[in-house]
């Protein structure tokens, strides 16, 4: 009888310690909503400058040139609309590149342009996925590490957006670099020439992002974004050679150097075709930039409000 009675006491006290480590109360999310994080990690572009080593790869991942991969921050705030839903507001500072002089495909070598952009990025996105469902010791019971361990929480979203952002390419010129944007280097607003681009745009951000939750307050983890952009001129390259003489007599000597400064490799690369139209200097592909980060949050507990009980009388 005290053996049965022993052995019921120890699977009532192993039952309720495996249910104290995992009880997660279904609206407990809810005072968990509020998230600020940072990011750090690396940057990098897709556009008509610099790339791989082959021709044909423009604009995507193949494309990519490590090397030129430059710095990114970010500061976001997350709200929790449902338990897997959430949206998200971020600010971004990227540093991208493009150089000709990176890659040995013989046709964009021999163009040898480059740049470089900041790029201020305000975003907000929704944010779709999975957590696990553990929340560690709910009572404070054995707070051993190996309990602490298992009491992380782990996410895996998805997220699509629609963001903002500001660029200004620039160019080396001797030992500084001077913005490309004034110096009109395809000839914008001159006749035939391209209308003047804007240094705002609209960008698509869409990616993932993994975190783990410790303690339910403080999250560390890895973010990837992309950005798809409605602007062709992030690195000032968008169409066309315009006529050097007439871009030296309007705009001056600059802008003739920056707009063409071609090794002279492949002849008359640069110069106007038979019929008089000028040569291909980038294409009507939107660009693109991406980065990936380190992130850390914290998360703000909110107490919920407690019931009054009203009095009869």
């Known amino acids: 009888?005290?053996?049965?009675?022993?052995?019921?006491?120890?699977?009532?006290?192993?039952?309720?310690?495996?249910?104290?480590?995992?009880?997660?109360?279904?609206?407990?999310?809810?005072?968990?909503?509020?998230?600020?994080?940072?990011?750090?990690?690396?940057?990098?572009?897709?556009?008509?400058?610099?790339?791989?080593?082959?021709?044909?790869?423009?604009?995507?991942?193949?494309?990519?040139e490590f090397a030129l991969t430059k710095t990114a921050f970010g500061l976001g705030?997350?709200?929790?609309?449902?338990?897997?839903?959430?949206?998200?507001?971020?600010f971004?500072?990227?540093?991208?590149?493009?150089?000709?002089?990176?890659?040995?495909?013989?046709?964009r070598n021999n163009r040898n342009l480059s740049f470089k952009s900041n790029i201020f990025e305000l975003s907000t996105r929704l944010e779709l996925g999975y957590e696990s469902g553990k929340s560690g010791n709910r009572y404070g019971i054995k707070r051993t590490f190996g309990r602490r361990?298992?009491?992380?929480?782990?996410?895996?979203?998805?997220?699509?957006?629609?963001?903002?952002?500001?660029?200004?390419?620039?160019?080396?010129?001797?030992?500084?670099?001077?913005?490309?944007?004034?110096?009109?280097?395809?000839?914008?607003?001159?006749?035939?020439?391209?209308?003047?681009?804007?240094?705002?745009?609209?960008a698509l951000p869409f990616g993932f992002f993994y975190k783990a939750t410790i303690a339910k307050q403080f999250s560390i983890g890895v973010e990837f974004a992309w950005r798809k952009t409605f602007t062709d001129y992030i690195d000032d390259?968008?169409?066309?050679?315009?006529?050097?003489?007439?871009?030296?007599?309007?705009?001056?000597?600059?802008?003739?150097f920056l707009a063409d400064p071609s090794l002279g490799l492949i002849g008359g690369a640069t110069e106007p075709n038979a019929d008089g139209s000028g040569a291909q200097r980038g294409d009507k592909q939107r660009d693109s930039y991406l980065s990936l980060e380190i992130t850390a949050g914290y998360i703000f507990k909110t107490k919920r409000k407690r019931a009054r009980l009203r009095s009869k009388f």
Not at 77 to 90: A, C, G, L, M
Request: glycine letters at 10%.
């Open 77 to 90: 705030y997350r709200y929790k609309i449902q338990k897997f839903i959430n949206v998200t507001s971020k």
């Open 92 to 107: 971004n500072y990227l540093i991208v590149r493009g150089d000709d002089k990176k890659t040995k495909d013989i046709y």
């Open 149 to 202: 361990i298992k009491g992380i929480t782990h996410s895996y979203f998805a997220f699509a957006g629609i963001g903002v952002f500001y660029y200004n390419p620039k160019a080396l010129l001797g030992a500084k670099y001077v913005a490309l944007k004034p110096l009109h280097t395809e000839g914008q607003g001159l006749p035939g020439g391209p209308k003047q681009y804007n240094n705002y745009s609209i």
């Open 237 to 256: 390259v968008g169409t066309t050679y315009y006529n050097k003489q007439a871009l030296a007599d309007a705009y001056g000597p600059n802008t003739v």
């Open 1 to 64: 009888m005290m053996k049965n009675y022993f052995s019921c006491i120890l699977v009532l006290i192993f039952t309720y310690n495996s249910f104290s480590q995992n009880f997660t109360r279904p609206g407990d999310w809810k005072k968990l909503r509020k998230e600020i994080f940072i990011t750090v990690g690396g940057a990098n572009f897709l556009g008509d400058l610099g790339g791989r080593d082959r021709a044909g790869t423009d604009y995507s991942p193949a494309d990519l």
